[in-house]
Nanobody, 128 residues
Framework: QVQLVESGGGLVQAGGSLRLSCGVS????????IGWFRQAPGKEREFVAA????????YNTDSVRGRFTISRDNAKNTVYLQMNSLKPEDTAVYYC?????????????????????WGQGTQVTVSS
């Protein structure tokens, strides 16, 4: 069983920055790729970025546009999402998730259905 807890969301002005954290716990946590997704009201859940525990990453370049960076601290079992140059369009609930289907691999999925374990989400609101 894997548990994930997001933190770091809040209200920020356009152009500002936030760093989200995802604390991951459970057995053999380092075998699970971790992804960040976001969902705005009335919109589908959108892939943002993912990382495996060897440091390999994947990004939704169309939405992120080079502004976000995913990283991890294996010693703390924590994955981060650094968000810079935030825009009102980034407003959403941000979730981290663990991909059990790729347990023990270095491959990264971009679809929400591939991720079995989810955190409760953290709200990010970007004002104009």
């Amino acid at each position: 069983q894997v548990q994930l807890v997001e933190s770091g969301g809040g209200l920020v002005q356009a152009g500002g920055s936030l760093r989200l954290s995802c604390g991951v716990s459970g057995r053999t946590v380092d075998n699970y790729p971790i992804g960040w997704f976001r969902q705005a009201p009335g919109k589908e859940r959108e892939f943002v970025a993912a990382i495996n525990w060897r440091g390999g990453t994947a990004y939704n370049t169309d939405s992120v546009r080079g502004r976000f960076t995913i990283s991890r601290d294996n010693a703390k079992n924590t994955v981060y999402l650094q968000m810079n140059s935030l825009k009102p369009e980034d407003t959403a609930v941000y979730y981290c998730a663990a991909d059990s289907s790729r347990r023990g691999t270095i491959l990264l999925g971009r679809s929400s259905f591939e991720y079995e374990y989810w955190g409760q989400g953290t709200q990010v609101t970007v004002s104009s």
